[in-house]
């Protein structure tokens, strides 16, 4: 009879393929201080996605607020807090504005992580989700024309 002393890994871990399983990603893997959301790493795709170097990103304490779409700031930033202060992992929808003036709509994935020392870190990836939602205000839009087109005509509708 055989024992097992301990997990058996398959695969050894690496720096090198941590790194390149980050950087395969078509999202932004980061990480932030929860009480300032200054980023301590975020992924090269970072750059290709906003066009901003990742030395901006890490060196600017308020880069996230300086970039949130102003419409948006408000909400995510509370939103964020409020599932900080419960110790909630978390996502949510919010745009950002790239270097070039493009308007990119996100989807955060937000993991909290206490550590044994208290400190708390967040960590996530940023999904571009924009074709998606101009999809979605498109379809809306097309609803609404009909609507009032039917309206107009007086026409109705029927399932």
């Known amino acids: ?72 700031l408000a909400r995510a930033a509370a939103f964020c807090r409020d599932c900080i202060a419960k110790g909630k992992d978390h996502d949510f929808e919010y745009r950002m504005i790239a270097r070039d003036g493009r308007v990119v709509w996100l989807r955060d994935i937000v993991t909290v992580d206490r550590s044994s020392s208290g400190e708390v870190l967040l960590r996530g990836i940023m999904i571009d989700i924009t074709d998606r939602r101009e999809m979605e205000d498109a379809l809306r839009a097309s609803q609404e024309r009909l609507s009032h087109a039917q309206q107009a005509g007086r026409v109705g509708t029927f399932d």
């Open 1 to 72: 009879m055989t024992s097992v002393a301990g997990p058996v890994e398959l695969f050894p871990v690496n720096k090198r393929m941590y790194s390149a399983l980050i950087e395969s990603l078509r999202g932004i893997v980061w990480e932030a201080d929860a009480e300032t959301f200054q980023f301590r790493f975020v992924s090269n795709h970072a750059e290709s996605l906003l066009g901003f170097p990742r030395e901006d990103w890490l060196s600017d304490p308020e880069f996230w607020r300086h970039h949130t779409h102003p419409d948006d």
